[in-house]
């Protein structure tokens, strides 16, 4: 008798289970862009910075695959538009990598001691309603300001922790 109790709930349980799979959103995390704002003369630590901007991507990546609120998306190649350039673009190619949702992250650096981080999240079901996100100023130009500074907009923004 306890085997059948036990097989029937299990019937009842496998279909929840799928529908909850099917209904974990499917996310695209972008590579974090690096916007230098500085002038051109005053252009410094310009491979430090892309360095940092790959780690914070591989960073964020890691933190939402592991969360388990999203399924990441494996992409096969850099993104062909910018998102500050062209936001119905990027959109149309993340939604072609089969993404329902997208998380992009810039970086703007006005200088040494001025640091912008940006994230937005986007519903590639409705391109066109604001995204989730948000921007954070940062002074200081060193790894422990900008893993702090993505740590609150992930926080934010998706409510999964970056941990280093």
């Known amino acids: 008798m306890r085997g059948l109790a036990a097989l029937a709930v299990m019937l009842l349980i496998a279909p929840c289970a ?94 040494r001691l001025i640091v912008m981080i940006n994230m937005a999240l986007i519903d590639l079901a409705h391109p066109d309603r604001p995204a989730a996100g948000g921007s954070i100023d940062l002074r200081g130009d060193t790894d422990a300001t900008w893993q702090a500074g993505a740590a609150q907009l992930l926080d934010r923004t998706t409510g999964v922790t970056l941990t280093p």
């Open 18 to 111: 799928r529908s909850a799979a099917a209904a974990t959103p499917r996310l695209l995390v972008t590579p974090v862009e690096l916007v230098d704002l500085a002038p051109p003369d005053q252009r410094y630590d310009q491979r430090e910075d892309a360095a940092r901007a790959a780690a914070l991507g591989q960073q964020l990546h890691a933190a939402l695959a592991r969360s388990g609120r999203y399924r990441v998306v494996e992409k096969a190649a850099t993104p062909p538009y910018r998102y500050t350039d062209c936001k119905a673009c990027l959109a149309d190619w993340a939604r072609g990598q089969g993404a329902d949702v997208a998380l992009v992250t810039w970086v703007q650096k006005e200088s």
